[in-house]
Each structure stands twice: as structure tokens, then as C-alpha cells.
């Protein structure tokens, strides 16, 4: 038997807390400045502080150029789309919603996969799929069944699951490189490089919410540290643990740690928002783990050799 490197763990359980702050903190920034424009400001700091150590993706020759295309979808569907609809969801929704809704990523990557991707799912991943949107299903209603056949969501927990289903796109979109020299590139060129373009579509975003007169900034000392930890925490920090702790484990191991995230988010919550969890909460978590678990189980012949 294989055991995980106790270094790899502490990777991916970084990366998960990180992430669960994120949602945390997004919501302790509720009323002080505008969402499309934290988004705005993160891809900003992210970039200002990465650029240094990746500035070779700016020369005349770098891929970024050659598949400018390609990472115009990538900043939209992940850097810039996903936080963007991130931000917008917790300004209505509980940083707990949103996170056990964006527990269901797997499950949107497998259908993604089997309909743009020609990825065909197992059996079990199929059963797994169906347990994981009745969890979902749970969190959208609040635990109210009535609410599902009525049709009352909340409006941040419906962008969220359009966030989710953007940040499948994005993670089948890095398995298909632009070309082969990609899968070469540094860590930090890739992420400068995403962040870049993810700065620009946020920008744009930004604008029309100037125009429409919602922007707002209300500075602070407290604001401004929390926008430095969204912009270094969870989006470089993060990503470099879960990069490191996806190349050891693998990612379908890795995948599991995700599930960590509304775990963590439960108890930041408590003890920094006062939103204790609720009952439908934990039931919602069961169904999604198990259903996270059967869509990574391969059979024998259907597993895949590196």
C-alpha cells in the first residue's frame, strides 16, 4: 500500500483552507467595495506581485502570444469568470452555500467531459454524478424540497453553480495544451499568464458595473489587508500547494482534499461571521463526498496508465 507523503498532505490542506478564507473573507467584504471590482483588484495585486518571477510570458516569443485565443477563454473561465460570479454569489448567498455548491466540481467536469470532451463516464461515476446534485439540490433549497418545486432560489447560489460550471470548462481546457511546449512552461509564467488575461476580462466587468453606478470603495486598513490576502492567499498561494500536491498524489487523490473546503468554511464561518451551520448543511456535505467518491472509482480496465 501507498501512503501519501505527510509534506504533500500539508500541500493540499493549505491549499483547501486557503480557498475556504477566500469565501470567508469575500463575504466580510460585503459593502466595502463593490464585487467586480475586488475581482479587478485581486487579478491586480496577484499580477504585480507575480511579475517579477514570471515576466518571460510578456517577451515577443512566448506561447501566450501564439495561443492568445486559448488564454483569452482560460482568464475568462477561470481567473476572471469564476471569481467575478464568486464574488457576486456571496454578496447574497453564505460563504457556506457556496462553497459546498462548488463541492460539486468534479461532477460538473464529468458531465462536461462525456459532452465537450468525448470523455465517456463509468457506471459508478454516473451514480456518483446523481448523488452529488441531490446534495446540491439540498444546499439550493436550504433543505426545503418546496422550495425546489417552486423554484424560490437564492440568487448568489444559482451564479455559483454557473461559477462551478465555468471552472469545469477551465480544468478540461489545461488537460488539452495549445501545443507541446506548454506543458514545459514554469508554474509561475502559466499562472502570470492566466492572471494577465483574467485581469483584462475583470477589467472589462469593472466597467460595466462603474457605468451602472454600483461600483463602491469604502478603504480601510482592515479592507485593505483582506484584499491582499484574497489576492496572495487563495490565488497564488493556493495554487501553487495544489499544483505541488497534484504532481506527488495525482489528481483524482487530490480531488478529495477539495472536499475539505466546506469543512474549513463551516468553521471560519462560526467563528469569524457567527453563521452556524445548519442541519441540511451536513447531509448535503455526506451526499457530495459520497457521490465525489464513486465518480473516482475506475474499474480495473477503464484506469489509466501514465
Known sequence: MRFIDLRVILYLILAALLWAGNAVVGRLLVGEISPLLLSTVRCLVAAAVLLPFGVSVLRANSDLWKNKKRFLLLGLFGVGGYNMLLYLAIQTSTPINVTLIGASMP??????????????????QVIGALISILGVCIVLSRGDWLAILQVQFVYGDLLMVLATVLWAFYSWMLTKPGNSSERRWPWND?????????LLWSSAF???EWQGGYMH???SLLVCLLILYVAIGPSLIAYRCWGLGVAKAGPTVAAFFANFIPLFTAIL?????????????GHAFLLIVIGIG?????KPKERISN
Open 107 to 124: 461532477i460538473w467536469m464529468l458531465l462536461i467531459g462525456a459532452l465537450f470532451f468525448g470523455n465517456r463516464p463509468s457506471g459508478y
Open 190 to 198: 502559466f499562472l502570470l499568464a492566466q492572471v494577465l488575461v483574467g
Open 206 to 208: 469593472s466597467v460595466v
Open 217 to 219: 470603495f469604502e478603504p
Open 269 to 281: 464561518s462560526t467563528l469569524i461571521l457567527g453563521e452556524s451551520p445548519q442541519g441540511f448543511h
Open 294 to 298: 464513486l465518480s473516482a472509482t475506475l
